[in-house]
T-cell receptor
Framework: KQEVTQIPAALSVPEGENLVLNCSFT??????LQWFRQDPGKGLTSLLL?????REQTSGRLNASLDKSSGRSTLYIAASQPGDSATYLC???????????FGPGTRLSVLP | GAGVSQTPSNKVTEKGKYVELRCDPI?????LYWYRQSLGQGPEFLIY????????DSGLPNDRFFAVRPEGSVSTLKIQRTERGDSAVYLC?????????????????FGPGTRLTVL
């Protein structure tokens, strides 16, 4: 059964710092991995989707990497801003059913 | 529409009552998903539709939960005999396709959710 974990659970950084959020999954047989952000009381906003054949995806200040064999993905945020404060979730679409399995999220606070 | 919409945004009901939650996906999206999210946790998969049919309902917790998508667009999640443990935010998402290897066509877009509170 696919399990997804995210470390750290919470992170607080000063504005302008570069930071890395981690996502780990137990079953490497995946189709893709997607990163989302969730603002308090809101739905999820898609950030990046990485197919299993890809190593990374970039969008603006965000870069997500995927190492399928080791069951890891990282989300790199450059030059963080207070507006980046949110919960960041990764979700894995596994080969063997279960569809998207989400991690518990990392709660990010960027202090001005 | 411009995005996925869900109604109502909030629903308060009493234990034992029946509730229906509605999801309007992005126009043209063939795949539709329902998730449930409890406080401090990531969403938990419930069911997904490809067109009108439920392609995978393995996440539905028990037979009190049922979902339909009769015309391949709007979907309704139905919960019978609600229990306090059903209280959560119910999220709906849609994607253009669900071929699982088509990259951005499989990208899921979420609605704002319905917060269900069972007293």
């Amino acid at each position: 059964k696919q399990e997804v974990t995210q470390i750290p659970a919470a992170l607080s950084v000063p504005e302008g710092e570069n930071l890395v959020l981690n996502c780990s999954f137990t079953d490497s047989a995946i189709y893709n991995l997607q990163w989302f952000r969730q603002d308090p009381g809101k739905g999820l906003t898609s950030l990046l989707l990485i197919q299993s054949s890809q190593r990374e995806q970039t969008s603006g200040r965000l870069n997500a990497s995927l190492d399928k064999s080791s069951g890891r993905s990282t989300l790199y945020i450059a030059a963080s801003q207070p507006g980046d404060s949110a919960t960041y979730l990764c979700a894995v679409d596994s080969n063997y059913g279960q569809n998207f399995v989400f991690g518990p999220g990392t709660r990010l606070s960027v202090l001005p | 529409g411009a995005g996925v919409s869900q109604t109502p945004s909030n629903k308060v009901t009493e234990k034992g009552k029946y509730v229906e939650l509605r999801c309007d996906p992005i126009s043209g999206h063939t795949a539709l998903y329902w998730y449930r999210q409890s406080l401090g946790q990531g969403p938990e998969f419930l069911i997904y539709f490809q067109g009108t049919g439920a392609a995978d309902d393995s996440g539905l917790p028990n037979d009190r939960f049922f979902a339909v998508r009769p015309e391949g667009s709007v979907s309704t999640l139905k919960i019978q005999r609600t229990e306090r443990g059903d209280s959560a935010v119910y999220l709906c998402a849609s994607s253009l396709t669900f071929f699982r290897d088509r990259g951005r066509e499989d990208e899921q877009f979420f609605g704002p959710g319905t917060r269900l509170t069972v007293l």
